[in-house]
Structures are given as structure tokens and as C-alpha cells.
């Protein structure tokens, strides 16, 4: 019986000690040495072959017995600069980084899926297993594209997970359409005229003129964007002045702008440069705005969706596979889609018997790993449906 089951290629992965691992170490954006190092150290013992793109990031194809389409598989390796609360089995050991969002667990399952598939590789096409640095901001997909990740075969498809603790481990979801929304920047710098506080007349004071901002700037959402079409501002920073009795000559604000479509995007772009330009000169004063579209929503397939359903319901049986709310949250998981049809799943990882409850980047923030599993096989069964329709 052993040496049946060793020869059919029993499970010598661990999928829950490699989470373990890579969660002791975690590494911050596009600095995932160690982690890179480890996801090659695993494909390897697979048989594979993984090539290193964009420094810390790695790709590995899987060909099936004859031609057909690519799928690439994504998986994000980057942890964040957040202190982990202490006393746990697994706990960082790298002070101020923590795998607080569940990437850890993406590369598990990941690889998971890459020993499945390697050891039994589907008759026809291809899986791309992708590897991917900096996805906290540091614009890892895009530098992965860069390096060539989508080229040579160029991918027919896409997918990815996200561990999700707005729902139960067991629990699986894959939206229609946007799932993830476009995240964009905007500084906004308001250049008035410094003076004396009591002499206000004096003045252009673009501290009151900053103030207006931070409130003219909500109508562009509850004003003129559709209340059926979800949109955030959000002015996260606005700095000015260094006393209390002198007016700057200048205040600025900083903040994030989500969308789930571009026209909108586009919209509230173009209207926050002449709301904050109008409002200005309306003060006798002068506003630049400098907006940065940053990554594209994540808008899942429908077909493919459907088809990551069907495999869902295949891993953790039809009931279990949910509906969930869309998330104003942001993703570069859109841009390893390329043009091409992706789709990005939603996998329960909350348990609220054992306290995992804390939200993503939170310094509490856990997976229930009984979904390390589940993800696995999601993504290698949404990669055979794939290659297989
Ligand atoms: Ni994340």
C-alpha cells in the first residue's frame, strides 16, 4: 500500500507548514528573497522549472500532453510593514513585518496546486504558475508584465484567490463583474498667500480653502455620480501651517479616490481638477491637482466566473459557494488579466469559534487554515475546467 501510494505521488507537500513558514518570514514589497528562494526551492522538487522575473518574483509553466490554451495562475508573496501581535506558535520573526493580508497562505495554496498539477499535468494547454512580488502598493504585477510574465505563450486566461475573512472558512465566492475596485491618488495643493493671523483681509488663506475642498470634494460622489455606481474620496492626509498665529501660503491634501468603472474614474479625475481649480480662484487663490491612476478594477469574466463556480462547487460542495459583496478595496491582480478574461475568488478564511475575525492588515489579522486546502484545489481545478472546455 505504501509503495502503491508513493508511487502514484502522494502528498509529500505541506501545504500548512509551508504557510507556516513563509509566515515566521515574512518579506516586504519586491524584497521577497527569501520567499522567492523558497517558492523555487518547492517547484523544483516538483520537477519544474521556475525562472525569476522582476527580482523577487517567479514563473513556472506546467505543459500539458499536447497544444491548447494557457492559463496563468497568480499567487502574491509581499507581507506589510505592520507588527504582528506577540505570542504566537507562528509568529513573525521579522520586527514591524507581518503577513497581515493572507499571502502567505495564496503562495501555499499556489504551490499547492503547481505539486498537483506538475505531478499529474493536464492533457492539452498550458498553466503559467505566477509568482508575484509587491502587491502592497509597489506595483508587482505591472513590473512583473514588464518582465514578461504574459509573454511566450501569452495567457488565453487568468485567475487568482484572495483569503477573504468577510466570510467563513468553507465558504467560497466569485462575483460577476467587478470584484475589486480601480485605486487611484490625488494630491491637491492649494497656494494662497501667508500672513499675519489677525490680518486675514491681508491674506489667501488656503487653509479655509483646503477646508472647503475636503467637503466640496464629497460631491463629487453623492453629486454627481450615480447612486447606483459605488465611488469613495477620501482625503487621508491635508497638512498646512506651523503656528497658530501665522496663515501658510499653502495647504495640501492627499487621498485615494475607488471606482469600479473607468468611465467614472475618468469622470471624477477631470471633475476634481476643476472643482478644486474653480473653488480656488473662487477665493482669490490658486489649486494644482495631481491625480495618479494607479491599478485598474479587478472585473472578473463572467464566463470564467462561472467556470471558477462550477469548480468551487466541485471543492467545497454547491452551498458553499456564497454571494459576497464587492470590495471598495484595491488589487493588481487586474493588471496580470491583460486584456484577457480573468477571474479573482473569493476564499473563507474567518472562524469565529477561534478568534479569527481581525480584518485584513490588521496587526491580529489570522487564516483558518482548513481553507489552505480548499484553495488548492480551487485553483487547480479552475486551471483543468479551463484547459479542458
Ligand atoms: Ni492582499
Known amino acids: ?24 518570514h515574512p518579506e516586504l514589497s519586491m524584497a521577497e528573497h527569501r520567499t522567492a528562494k523558497v517558492v523555487e526551492g518547492h517547484l523544483r522538487s516538483f520537477g519544474l522549472r521556475p525562472r525569476r522575473l522582476a527580482g523577487t518574483g517567479v514563473v513556472a509553466d506546467v505543459a500539458g500532453g499536447g497544444p491548447g490554451r494557457t492559463i496563468l495562475l497568480r499567487a502574491d508573496t509581499d507581507a506589510l510593514p505592520v507588527q504582528e501581535v506577540a505570542g504566537r506558535p507562528h509568529g513573525s520573526v521579522n520586527p514591524g513585518v507581518m503577513h497581515a493580508c493572507g499571502h502567505d497562505g495564496h503562495t501555499a495554496c499556489l504551490l499547492g496546486a503547481a505539486e498537483r498539477l506538475a505531478a499529474r499535468p ?14 502592497e502598493g509597489a506595483d508587482g504585477a505591472r513590473a512583473m508584465v514588464r518582465a514578461g510574465a504574459l509573454r511566450a505563450p501569452v495567457p488565453d486566461a487568468a485567475a487568482g484567490l484572495h483569503l477573504w475573512i468577510h466570510l467563513p472558512a468553507g465558504k467560497v465566492a466569485v462575483l460577476d463583474g467587478p470584484c475589486m475596485a480601480a485605486v487611484d491618488r490625488f494630491e491637491i495643493r492649494v497656494r494662497g498667500k501667508g500672513g499675519h493671523a489677525a490680518y486675514p483681509q491681508e491674506a489667501r488663506d488656503p487653509v479655509v480653502i483646503a477646508a472647503h475642498l475636503v467637503t466640496a470634494l464629497q460631491t463629487l460622489v453623492s453629486r454627481r455620480t450615480d447612486a447606483r455606481d459605488a465611488a469613495v474620496v ?56 495631481a491625480y495618479e491612476f494607479q491599478l485598474p478594477p479587478t472585473v472578473n469574466d463572467p464566463g470564467l466566473a462561472e467556470l471558477a463556480r462550477e469548480a468551487a462547487a466541485e471543492v467545497v460542495g454547491r452551498r458553499n459557494v456564497v454571494a459576497a459583496e464587492p470590495s471598495m478595496g484595491g488589487e493588481d491582480v487586474g493588471v496580470l488579466f491583460g486584456r484577457n478574461p480573468g477571474v479573482f475568488a473569493f476564499l473563507g478564511c474567518a472562524n469565529r469559534r477561534r478568534g479569527i475575525v481581525h480584518g485584513h492588515h490588521h496587526p491580529s489579522f489570522d487564516v483558518d487554515e482548513a481553507a489552505l486546502p480548499l484553495g488548492r484545489d480551487l485553483l487547480e481545478g479552475i486551471a483543468r475546467r479551463f484547459l479542458a472546455s
Open 1 to 24: 500500500m505504501t509503495a502503491r501510494r508513493a508511487v502514484a505521488g502522494a502528498p509529500s507537500f505541506d501545504l500548512v507548514g509551508v504557510r507556516r513558514d513563509l509566515h515566521r
Open 234 to 289: 477620501t482625503v487621508g492626509r491635508l497638512s498646512a501651517g506651523t503656528a497658530f498665529n501665522v496663515i501658510p501660503s499653502e495647504a495640501v491634501l492627499e487621498g485615494t479616490v475607488r471606482t469600479y468603472r473607468e468611465a467614472t474614474r475618468r469622470r471624477i479625475a477631470r471633475e476634481m481638477r476643476t472643482l478644486a481649480a474653480s473653488a480656488a480662484r473662487a477665493f482669490g487663490a490658486r489649486a494644482e491637482v
Open 122 to 135: 493536464p492533457e492539452r494547454g498550458r498553466v503559467r504558475l505566477c509568482f508575484q512580488p509587491g502587491e
